[in-house]
């Protein structure tokens, strides 16, 4: 059956069937294969000097350059990018919503990048069909999820950055904006989610939580959720699902095709120049002799007016619904690439590049470009009121001018495909990871673009004189500078409004940028609400250094005053859940004493200056903070009740040091009148077992209140 003259009807039932306009997230249909980056910044009236950049991101981004050959010199910045890994593709669509995709993409997805391989020649409907057959065997398990709850996930959805891309919901009103007011609606296009109510809940939960699996390319990213998270955002998806039916596919009454003949189309077709199947073990061996593919001319080859850019395409030729636009820019493209070598970029031009393919331009700005639109801004928001008063510091993504010379590789590795990058718990948009192989290559560029001429000069050896933790923890603390009046630490949160905590500032800065902004932070961070503490101060190098020290040995040292309490250095051998051992100079046992505190609330005092048992006392142990805070060094008080000290010694003694149980017991040792003694105490129910050894001979006690 010859079915061309039918298929622009199936194409009109596939796009108007009801659910995509019933779709709670369904952004306005996009009719042009649809590229971010590139309607935000291209328009008509650009001269053609500067829409020939827009073609060149129009030939990676839509992999043109996947199959078509580029000349060398273009190869770097023409890369294509990976398609979708089609393992489990059985499993996250159904054999419909394949035909209707692979059929005619932009009338299943409205904007997707897939291009069009089948205009309705003869044997078209076959082929499509055999390609269902094979695709629908390539099956996976996904992972258990946990039911979703899709109030939850709708706001999730709003708030942890999907909006960046996607359109939001018209029902969803930004956390400032008046009950009684209009919502903004975005001015630029939406990148379109019409797939996600064909995958099953299930699927589209584990795609959710990690969608690099399947789209390598990043242009999804990984939004670090929860597996819960992932399946609340899921159930919001599918509010209102309605599963789209190929009925015209039905209707043809097409006979059985093999998947094998399927896997000989995939070939056939070039599938195989994008998308990648990762299983192991494929369902059906290449065939002998292979198929061979179409093999499309090498990009210099190409002729504008036909080909994708046609104005009439013919069969076999991939179909994209490019604009006037985009048909413009891509032909001024051709002409560049067919004339000259590519010129070499500059490390800008390199992150400006990789910026604007992965989209990062939807939440960072940097260097006058980019950032969330207005209608999306209003979306992002932060989970403590105390950072309200940052603006939009608190809210939105960071400025990334500088960052080159500001972060650390190991902290750009953690933020762009590591673990626990994030220093901005107040902000509710997360960094998601792109993948390494997609954002690896911006380290070395963003150094090489920021770097300064003559970077500042500071000494991070640790060997200065003034290089002391504790002349930086006294700078920091409110008698101070009072840096922690904005900056928390570690587990403290700051004085008053929230900014970056200062926990993991050496591993996170290079300290050079460290100085820059102290020296001068409304010229390093413009707008920045950080005061010019440094400005015109003589000892301004000097004390930057010991600032620095401090953080970088933060992990031994108290914190700075105004963030700590006197339960800081209050010794809790129930809390850890261990016997504790500390040595200082205690109230009743002297200036060599040796405390002993066990969980259950028993305590004890040795003194090794008379080789006994000093006191003990019930309750709280000890409080470790005149070790750390006075230099004079007085006693340390116990801080229990029933304090009893115990009798003296009538003998001399000679101390010879003490070992642990397996427990953590000591087991003190000395010599009196000639003999080895061990002497130990274990908590009993009424008090302490006394054990004491004589050259091997035990003898024991109960000391009691």
């Known amino acids: 059956m010859n079915t061309s003259k039918l298929w622009p009807l199936f194409a009109a039932s596939a796009f108007f069937c009801g659910h995509l306009q019933a779709h709670p997230l369904q952004a306005e249909p996009i009719n042009h294969a649809f590229v971010s980056t590139f309607d935000r910044f291209n328009i008509p009236q650009d001269p053609d000097e500067s829409l020939v950049n827009g073609g060149l991101l129009l030939l990676a981004e839509l992999n043109c350059t996947q199959c078509h050959a580029v000349p060398k010199s273009w190869e770097e910045r023409l890369k294509p990018k990976p398609g979708p890994d089609l393992n489990g593709v059985g499993s996250r669509l159904d054999p419909d919503t394949l035909w209707l995709f692979i059929r005619s993409p932009q009338s299943r997805k409205k904007g997707t990048q897939m291009p069009g391989l089948f205009h309705g020649a003869e044997g078209d409907d076959e082929k499509v069909e055999a390609l269902v057959e094979y695709l629908s065997t ?37 956390p400032k904006v008046a009950a009684d007011a209009e919502v903004e609606k975005p001015g630029e296009a939406s990148v379109p989610i019409a797939l996600a ?7 589209l939960a584990s795609f959710l939580q990690n969608p690099l699996h399947s789209r390598p390319a990043g242009r999804m990213p990984d939004m670090r959720l929860t597996a819960q998270q992932s399946s609340d955002i899921a159930a919001y ?25 399927g896997r000989d189309v995939f070939q056939q077709m070039n599938c195989v120049a994008c998308h990648t199947i990762s299983s192991v073990g494929a369902p059906f061996s290449p065939v002998s002799p292979p198929v061979k593919a179409i093999a499309p001319k090498p990009l210099k080859d190409l002729a504008p007016a036909k080909g994708c850019l046609a104005e009439k395409q013919l069969t076999g030729t991939p179909r994209y619904d490019l604009n006037d636009l985009q048909k413009r820019a891509l032909t001024l493209a051709l002409a560049l690439i067919q004339k000259e070598d590519a010129p070499k970029l500059t490390a800008h031009e390199k992150v400006d590049w990789q910026m604007t393919r992965l989209n990062c331009y939807a939440c960072h700005d940097r260097d006058g470009k980019g950032g969330p639109e207005d209608p999306r801004a209003q979306y992002f928001g932060v989970n403590d009121p105390g950072a309200e008063s940052l603006g939009h510091l608190a809210n939105l993504p960071p400025n990334l001018d500088k960052v080159g010379r500001k972060l650390t590789r190991a902290w750009f590795e953690k933020i762009l495909w590591g673990q626990d990058g994030s220093v901005r718990p107040y902000m509710d948009t997360r960094m ?29 050896t640790g060997l200065a004189k003034h ?29 008053g409004p929230p900014v970056i ?56 040292q108290p914190l700075p005053e105004g963030l700590m309490s006197s339960e800081d250095f209050e010794l809790k051998p129930d809390q850890q859940k261990r016997v504790i051992i500390f040595r ?5 046992a002297g200036t060599h004493a040796i405390g002993v505190g066990f969980p259950g609330g028993l305590n004890a005092a040795f003194d090794a200056k008379t080789s006994r048992w000093a006191v003990i006392w019930k309750g709280r142990f000890l409080d470790a903070m005149s070790n750390w805070q006075d230099r004079s060094m007085p006693p340390i008080k116990p801080l229990g009740t029933d304090v009893k000290p115990m009798p003296a010694s009538t003998s001399e003694r000679t101390y010879g040091g003490y070992t642990l149980d397996k427990a953590g ?14 002497d130990t105490l274990r908590p009993v129910k009424d008090g302490f077992e006394h054990i004491i050894k004589t050259n091997g001979k035990e003898t024991k006690e109960v000391l009691s209140w």
Request: glycine share 6%; charged share 30%.
């Open 584 to 588: 200082s100079f205690i109230e009743g």
């Open 467 to 495: 290089h002391r933790a504790e002349l930086g923890r006294q700078l920091l603390g409110a008698k101070g500078l009072a840096c922690v009046a904005c900056h928390g630490l570690k587990d403290r949160k700051s004085l």
């Open 432 to 460: 998601p990871s792109f993948g390494r192989e997609q954002t690896e290559m911006l380290i070395p560029s963003f150094n090489e673009a920021d770097a300064l001429e003559k970077p500042f000069k500071i000494d991070v």
């Open 237 to 261: 998806l599918h509010t209102g699902r309605t599963i789209e039916k190929a009925t015209t596919r039905a209707a043809l009454k097409l006979p059985k095709q093999s998947a094998a003949k």
């Open 501 to 556: 905590r200062l926990t993991h500032t050496t591993e996170r800065l290079q300290p050079e940028y460290f100085k820059e902004l102290l020296l001068n932070p409304q010229v390093t961070q413009p707008g920045t609400v950080m005061p010019p503490m440094f400005i015109g101060r003589k000892t301004a190098d000097k004390d930057i250094e010991s600032i620095w020290t401090y953080l970088r040995e933060v992990e031994g």
């Open 197 to 203: 109510d064909a995958y099953d809940f299930l699927t």
């Open 665 to 678: 017991i000591p087991t003190f040792r000395y010599i009196e009148n000639g003999q080895q003694i061990e």
């Open 138 to 174: 390539l099956k996976s398990s996904p992972a258990p999820m946990p039911s979703g709850d899709a109030e939850r996930g709708k706001e999730l959805y709003h708030k942890v950055g999907c909006i960046a891309c996607h359109e939001p919901a018209k029902d969803a009103r930004p």
